[in-house]
């Protein structure tokens, strides 16, 4: 079964919050139709039972004990903020924009 | 000999008998480096002062009779996706090339601790996704073999590095074959551990369920000191195992009479290179001659391997990768509202290969296809991981390449992402089953490039491995493989 990506190409790139121009998105509709192509081998195999493996080794989940540890200094954690403000890291307005595509 | 020659065994020897300072084999890395990385280009940042600093501490603390690790004095190289503290971390990525990473990845710790003088920061593909590290964003590194030629990847630098002298030791990371494989192009071992067996902490995330740090060495018993000190539990990575560390290095003698090997036919196959398949026979030959029981066994799944890696790793990938929005580190764009910040710096910060795996990781994983991809490629992993426990009822190793070829012409796969994928063929059903996996080489192809065997054993035999390659090592396999016979022009080795 072949993938038709080119319908999917701009939804794909929106989801995943990526800025493509057109000639990108022309090279991914080739590019990712071949190789999910070839990733679409998997659907030959009958998986019917079989559990999904998420963890390959079966060992518990190790939990640390529950006690406040201290945490890196404020100003280390910001050191590699583009913007910040007071302590804050700082991004464009939420409130004030205009965003039609949401 | 000269200093950045030896192994990091027969340089910390040096140093126990007070023959050789921990300061002059840093010395003679560092004008190592400075002599062959131009025609390499091994690394992204370098790191000679903290080096020093390291190796002056070490040679004052033996000095005064303190213990120290077998590795204190021996340098080593760090591939750029591990965190080091107040040192550039860019994963070879423009959307991290300004991060200075406010602590240290565990393994970078352990490494610090040990006394292991940091030459640098090796180059890499970007974020890891890559076969041949021409995917960084930065500079290409060459095979010290022939210069022409790719180091493999995605831990290329690493292994580049080690192979031309620049470093004795090296750090790199696995998630399909990212150590394995340009170990195999270099000449030289490249371990990947049980998935949980090394702390993931600080190292910055591709594939979460399949990444894993591994090492880049000259011989087995450097691999064993290097595997003992970066092992074991820590509390900051949930997946790490809890499981005792052995000491690798105290026993590596091997009887190969009793060893049960599995030559696997898929990764012998008859479309790989003659000679590639030729040098795998004539060492598992040698074992056979031992004593050792050889046999032929499938691992049936084998060809469905690529595809559910190729779906799971990206779709972890693709969540993974959504950190990068320019607000908390790295590049940031600008934009007047959120939805433009985020995709424009993604846009502008991420290399081709790296949104080639964002779109279909975020395809797979997107409502209505979910069940149909990522779900699927789950299941078929535990398909993949029951061959492997079968197989490992009757054998202790399973042998393979570690390549289909030797190294590659630069540019000859980068415009086919697709027969860049098929390079890791060998080395991606070992990652998705979180088994053990060495590739020792095994040879010089005719061209005079190495050539690569791939061990694996059931999970938590790392030992086993080291054992075999020890073995290997002792036979004469590969002694006269420390080489660089494109870097040699004027006489050079």
Redo the contacts between chains.
Sequence with gaps: MTVDFRKEVDYVARLARLDLDSEEKERMVGELGAILKTAQKIRELDTEGIEPTSHVLDLPAVLREDKVKPSLPLNRVLQNAPHRRQGYFRVPSITASENPAE | MKLYEMSATELSLLQVRGEVSAVEITRSFLDRIEEVEPSVNAFITLSPTAAMETAVGVDKRRHRGDKLHPLAGVPVAVKDNLCTNNMLTTCASKVLD???P??SATVVTALHEAGMPLLGKTNMDEFAMGSSTENSAFQVTRNPWDTERVPGGSSGGSAAAVAAGMAPLALGSDTGGSVRQPASFCGVLGLRP???RVSRYGLIAFAS?LDQVGPLALNAHDCALILNLISG?D?LD?????EPVPDFSDDLELDPSSLRIGLIRENLSEQFDPEVRASVLKCVELFEKNGALVEQVSLP?T??G???Y??IAPSEA?SNLGRY????????AG??????????T???G?G?EV??R???G??AL?AGYFD??Y?????????I?RDYMTAFEKYDLLVGAASPTPAFKIGEKTDD??QM?LCDVCNITDS???VPSLSVPVGLHSGGLPIGMQMTAS?FREGILLKAAAYLEEAGFYRPLRPQPGLAEEGGL
Aim: aromatic share 16%; hydrophobic share 35%.
């Design positions: 300004n991060f200075i406010p602590y049980t998935y949980g369920s539990h509390p949930s997946t790490s195992l809890p799944h060809d469905y690529l595809g559910a190729y779906l693709s929005d320019g607000v908390r580190y790295g590049f940031n934009g007047s509202d959120l939805e433009t910040l985020f995709s424009k993604r846009g502008e991420f081709a949104k080639r964002i779109m279909i975020t395809y997107s149909a991809y779900l699927k490629a789950m299941k078929v992993r535990t398909l991981r992402p697709l994928y998705l089953a979180g999970p």
